[in-house]
């Protein structure tokens, strides 16, 4: 029943995601840089400089909406709260 969803970043759809995000609402910090194409570890560096959409934690995870994460892309990946 628990799905790990892999990107697939040669099928794009619905704002430049990947297909294989169709229906997911929350995405790792390993699918973020994926869909980013940066590394996992750029992805808490710019977590922790307050440089991506909010996080959500779960547990010990971490997780971003995928909504929230599309908009801030769409929006030219400004920092959030500059420039709006």
């Excluded at 909406?65 to 030219?76: A, E, F, S």
Aim: proline residues 5%; hydrophobic residues 35%.
């Amino acid at each position: 029943m628990n799905k790990m969803i892999t990107p697939d970043t040669t099928s794009q759809h619905d704002g430049g995601a990947p297909e294989a995000f169709k229906g997911v609402a929350l995405i790792t910090a390993s699918q973020l840089a994926t869909l980013l194409s940066i590394s996992e570890r750029t992805v808490y560096r710019l977590k922790s400089s307050n440089r991506l959409p909010e996080s959500i934690n779960l547990g010990g995870s971490v997780r971003w909406r995928l909504d929230d994460v599309r908009r801030w892309i769409d929006g030219g990946c400004q920092t959030p709260g500059v420039g709006s």
